[in-house]
Structures are given as structure tokens and as C-alpha cells.
T-cell receptor, first 109, second 116 residues
């Protein structure tokens, strides 16, 4: 089945640093999505990407849809304590989302 | 605007009992999806339903699991004769049209099942 490889699995950074994480796939997706999940909560959509090569921002977050449609990255600039959580990429296949394993972000004040 | 509502948020069952998880989609959404998340893992697709129809159940275990989305009322994910390995967070999501059309889907806050 389709699988996404998300890296890194975890990150420990200082407040104010920039963060970068990415996802790669062996399959092509027509849509890439990035979600954030806080403990005990459901995933919340951060950014949706619909076109290969598309670069989209949402505040301090920037995400890009790779040209090959097999990868995507998410950058967070000037991290703040509330950025702590688990970030998931998801590729939209036929009628379902395929999720990466997640990147756990920890911020040291 | 109410989001996707799931209940119960937390459920404890003994091995062999039945678990029923309910999901009310966002207003105006007729497409419902169920995902399962094991600890420290991403979400895994289970089933996609429209009103009264199962469209894709390729992620559902062959036995003990069933899902429905009746004409009236919430979608139900039913797990019979639960085992410890069923302990997980179960998320429901909904959309106005199929995910394949690029339409955004919204997730509920999840139901955490613990089997003791």
C-alpha cells in the first residue's frame, strides 16, 4: 500500500529557532496536507497544497508541494512554545488520506 | 459552527465486550471517514461512508469491526469482542464531498478506547 516517510521523527530545539520537516513517498499524490496534533486532541489542518510546485504560507508556517508530487516539506520560522506537538504530513489518495509517522517537536524555552 | 463531534471521548472496556463509537459530522457534510491511531504512530484509514453506504472499507479488519452511517443519526464504529490490541484513538472525519476531489476534511477530537 501507499506509505509516507516523514522525517525527522523528533526534534528538540530552542525557542526562536526555525524548524524544517519533510515527507517523501513512493507514490504520487494530488494533494499534500500538513496537520498538527496536540496530546489528547484530533489533528488540525495547518496547510493544504493542491498543485505540484506550490509554495503556501500560513503565518509562520510555509509548506511546499514537490515538483515530482512525491514529497513535501513544512517549515516553521521563529518557533514559540505553542508550536510544541506532533506534526503529520498526509497525502491524499483515492478517497482516503495516507499519513506519515509524525514529527514530534519539543521546544526548550 | 459545531465541528465533527465524537463520543465518548474516552471508553474503557474489558476484553470480550463491545465498543461503540459515535460520530456526528459537521453540518452539511455527508461523507464520513474513520481512522485509527496507535500510540506513537500516524493515523491509518479504516473506512469511508456516505449516508447509508459503505464506499471503501479496505482499512477495516476483516472480523469484529463494522461501521454504519444511517440516514438519520450519527455514524457508528462498532468493535465486537474487543482485545487489548484494539486499544487506540479512533478519529472520525467528515467532508462535503469525496476526499479525492481535493475537498478539505475536518477531524473530530477522537475517541480513546482502552481495553483492560
Amino acid at each position: 500500500g501507499q506509505q509516507l516517510n516523514q522525517s525527522p521523527q523528533s526534534m528538540f530545539i530552542q525557542e526562536g529557532e526555525d524548524v524544517s520537516m519533510n515527507c517523501t513517498s513512493s507514490s504520487i499524490f494530488n494533494t499534500w496536507l500538513w496537520y498538527k496534533q496536540d496530546p489528547g486532541e484530533g489533528p488540525v489542518l495547518l496547510i493544504a497544497l493542491y498543485k505540484a510546485g506550490e509554495l503556501t504560507s500560513n503565518g509562520r508556517l510555509t509548506a511546499q508541494f514537490g515538483i515530482t508530487r512525491k514529497d513535501s516539506f513544512l517549515n516553521i520560522s521563529a518557533s514559540i512554545p505553542s508550536d510544541v506537538g506532533i506534526y503529520f504530513c498526509a497525502g491524499q489518495g483515492a478517497q482516503k488520506l495516507v499519513f506519515g509517522q509524525g514529527t514530534r517537536l519539543t521546544i526548550n524555552p | 459552527n459545531a465541528g465533527v463531534m465524537q463520543n465518548p471521548r474516552h471508553l474503557v472496556r474489558r476484553r470480550g465486550q463491545e465498543a461503540r463509537l459515535r460520530c456526528s459530522p459537521m453540518k452539511g457534510h455527508s461523507h464520513v471517514y474513520w481512522y485509527r491511531q496507535l500510540p506513537e504512530e500516524g493515523l491509518k484509514f479504516m473506512v469511508y461512508l456516505q449516508k447509508e453506504n459503505i464506499i471503501d472499507e479496505s482499512g477495516m479488519p476483516k472480523e469484529r469491526f463494522s461501521a454504519e452511517f444511517p440516514k438519520e443519526g450519527p455514524s457508528i464504529l462498532r468493535i465486537q469482542q474487543v482485545v487489548r490490541g484494539d486499544s487506540a484513538a479512533y478519529f472520525c472525519a467528515s467532508s462535503t464531498s469525496p476526499q479525492s476531489s481535493g475537498n478539505t476534511i475536518y477531524f473530530g477530537e477522537g475517541s480513546w478506547l482502552t481495553v483492560v
